[in-house]
Every structure is written in C-alpha cells, then in structure tokens.
C-alpha cells in the first residue's frame, strides 16, 4: 500500500499550488479520502475530505473557497487545489485513506501518505 503526495513547494502569498496523492496496493475507489496538514509545533489538523464516489465533500472554516478537494478514480488519485494561498497555510500536507469512523479522527485512517511541504512565503 502507497499514498505519493506531490506537488508542494514554495509559493507567494495569494498565489496557487496543486497537490496530488497516487494511491496503489489497495482499491481506492471504495475508500474516503483527507487531506490533513500539520506546522511545526501544532497538532494535525483536517484540511478537507471527499467520499469514496466523489459526491460529497467537506472543508475546514479555514480553506473554505480557497480550496478544492477531488478525486479521479480511473487514476488512483485524489487533489487538492490551493488558491490564494495564505502565509498561515505553511504546513506539511498528507492525504490518507478510511473507509468507516470519523473524518476528523486520524485514528480513523487506515493509510497515510509521507506528506508534501507546502510554504508560503514572500
């Protein structure tokens, strides 16, 4: 089983990245995807989730209109569109896998990818 985050790096305020997860060894398409972040010194923390299908999808106050959860199943993958990024938004990204619990639980994921630094920063 893998969870590959790609697509961090460094970015000036308001601008955008995308991430992406490849997910293999495990049938994605029946499992619910998060994307979480932790900064140095602070707990993780859920970003925003999407549903096995695609069909629903939550967000944190925090990236709500700035951020873009989806998946594509055919691939394996599941993205994360960040826009107007904010200075606060400077974290480690992680995408990880559940299929029942709760999505605010990280206990509740049964695979985690290593994550992908994101900085912004002028």
């Known amino acids: 089983v893998q969870l590959v985050e790609s697509g961090g790096g460094l970015v000036q305020p308001g601008g955008s990245l995308r991430l992406s997860c490849a997910a293999s060894?495990?049938?994605?398409?029946?499992?619910?995807m998060s994307w979480y972040r932790q900064a140095p010194g602070k707990e993780r923390e859920l970003v925003a989730a999407?549903?096995?299908?695609?069909?629903?999808?939550h967000y944190d106050d925090s990236v709500k209109g700035r951020f873009t959860i989806s998946r594509d199943n055919a691939k394996n993958t599941v993205y994360l569109q960040m826009n107007s990024l904010k200075p606060e938004d400077t974290a480690v990204y992680f995408c990880?896998?559940?299929?029942?619990?709760?999505?605010?639980?990280?206990?509740?994921?049964?695979?985690w990818g290593r994550g992908t630094q994101v900085t912004v920063s002028s």
């Open positions: 990880a896998a559940r299929t029942s619990g709760s999505l605010f639980l990280p206990g509740s994921y049964a695979y």
């Open positions: 060894g495990f049938t994605f398409s029946s499992y619910a």
């Open positions: 999407i549903t096995s299908d695609g069909g629903s999808t």
